[in-house]
């Protein structure tokens, strides 16, 4: 597949010398030239005002077999902590693997920390075909600098079409600084993907508060960057023994611009909210930050993490870390407790893909009850001493 010129429309305009997010475009006197660098991407066919530019398929299979590795793939973010991969990286290989297959393209994986080689065969066992490792003391913590410095390096060595990004506090905090570096765009919070007809990415999101679903394309632009959440999408099947290939990235020199003086480990108490099997959630509707301690012992009593409405931690009554909603953590665990939560969309696009949800409200015409699996219509102050008790009493026996 390569891109050809129809000499006899062109204007040497420079329109597609400016679309293309590889600079492979340079502009003679008989019209563009194309570099190496050049994924056919399309983005210069598309920018052209004079219909002088074709993507010519007759090349395609010789130049498919050819094209450098790594270009037009799908790339997820291997984002590891302390030596261990994210869920949300298997989470994004499952949609990756999805998408490369109907590319008919390979699933790699990006992996930057001080030693990661023992991380390397569970990517291949969720489903690389090649793990992109970057290995580094400067890059055994996340941060911005030099992780933004090797990503944006390694995209435009192998240019991938696609480019995956956990919704972590890390990685929304890279993607952005990525895809300013690039020129590209980015989609942050994704709930979905789908290819239109010529391969571009359909990258679905709330919207206008989570009432409506945006789908947005980025035609012109390479890599297309998005963002997704923990627990957005399920993690696929392992499949042991499964083999892929390691290339060892060549690191820039680093230009670091931030200087780390000191990691505190997060003050979270308790199991952590995105992965947690039970969550108990408390809002507005516990009246004190005083009876949110109650929503604290239902927790503790059932080995399960605290999640809160917005209202509350907007009132201090507990920290931005437990916010569950379209602003904070998006949660599926197998039971979800809501008390004295009204049931506001913001609050339930991050919790409605909970196995079981239990809602207590005093109000009987409270929306969370459309969704709740199981509703208790009375007073959080009620309910919850009740469920203690009974809890501590059964686990007593
Ligand atoms: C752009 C945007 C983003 C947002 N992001 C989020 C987000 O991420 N997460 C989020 O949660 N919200 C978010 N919100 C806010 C959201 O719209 C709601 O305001 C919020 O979720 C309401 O919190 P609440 O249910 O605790 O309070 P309320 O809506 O005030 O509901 C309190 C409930 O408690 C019940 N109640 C009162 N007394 C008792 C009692 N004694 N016993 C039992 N029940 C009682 C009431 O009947 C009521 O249903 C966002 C809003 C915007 C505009």
């Known amino acids: 597949m390569e891109i050809r010129l129809r000499a006899e429309n062109c204007t040497i305009c420079g329109a597609c010398e400016a679309a293309c997010p590889y600079d492979a475009v340079v502009m003679g006197n008989d019209g563009p030239q194309f570099t190496d660098e050049c994924t056919v991407c399309g983005a210069c066919v598309e920018a052209c005002p004079a219909d002088a530019l074709y993507i010519d398929k007759e090349e395609e299979v010789s130049s498919h077999s050819q094209r450098q590795k790594g270009a037009g793939d799908v790339w997820v973010f291997a984002e590891q902590r302390d030596g261990k991969l994210l869920d949300v990286v298997m989470e994004l290989m499952g949609e990756g693997r999805r998408l490369a297959s109907q590319l008919g393209v390979s699933l790699g994986c990006l992996l930057l920390g001080g030693e990661v080689d023992h991380l390397v065969q569970e990517l291949f066992e969720f489903g690389a075909d090649q793990v992109y490792a970057g290995c580094a003391p ?45 020129g590209t765009g980015l989609t942050a919070d994704c709930t979905g993907f789908a290819l239109d007809e010529d391969g571009n990415l359909l990258q679905t999101r709330p919207a206008f508060g989570g009432n409506l679903m945006a789908t947005i394309r980025c035609p012109n632009h390479r890599p297309q960057m998005a963002t997704v959440r923990p627990k957005v999408f399920p993690k696929p099947a392992r499949q042991p023994g499964r083999q892929g290939q390691v290339i060892a990235l060549e690191l820039p020199a680093f230009k670091p611009w931030q200087r780390i003086l000191e990691i505190v480990d997060g003050a979270d108490t308790g199991p952590n909210l995105a992965e947690a099997d039970i969550v108990v959630a408390g809002g507005r509707g516990l009246g004190s930050p005083a009876n949110f301690r109650l929503v604290e012992e239902l927790a503790s009593a059932l080995g399960a993490a605290v999640g809160a409405s917005r209202a509350v931690v907007d009132a201090g009554w507990v920290s931005y870390p437990h916010q569950v909603g379209q602003t904070g953590r998006t949660v599926a665990p197998k039971i979800y407790i809501a008390c ?38 009375g007073k959080v102050e009620e309910v919850i001493p009740a469920l203690i008790r009974e809890i501590k009493g059964s686990t007593s026996q």
């Open 340 to 377: 004295g939560i009204s049931g506001a969309i913001q609050h339930i696009v991050g919790m409605q893909s909970s196995e079981v949800i239990v809602a207590i409200n005093s109000d009987p015409d409270a929306p969370i009850f459309n969704i709740a699996t199981y509703g208790i219509v």
């Open 138 to 182: 400067e890059l055994k913590h996340y941060r911005d600098d030099l992780y933004a410095q090797v990503v944006e390096h390694a995209v435009r060595q192998y240019r991938p079409e696609i480019l995956l990004i956990g919704g972590t506090s890390n990685g929304r905090s890279l993607a952005p600084r990525v895809a300013t570096k690039l």
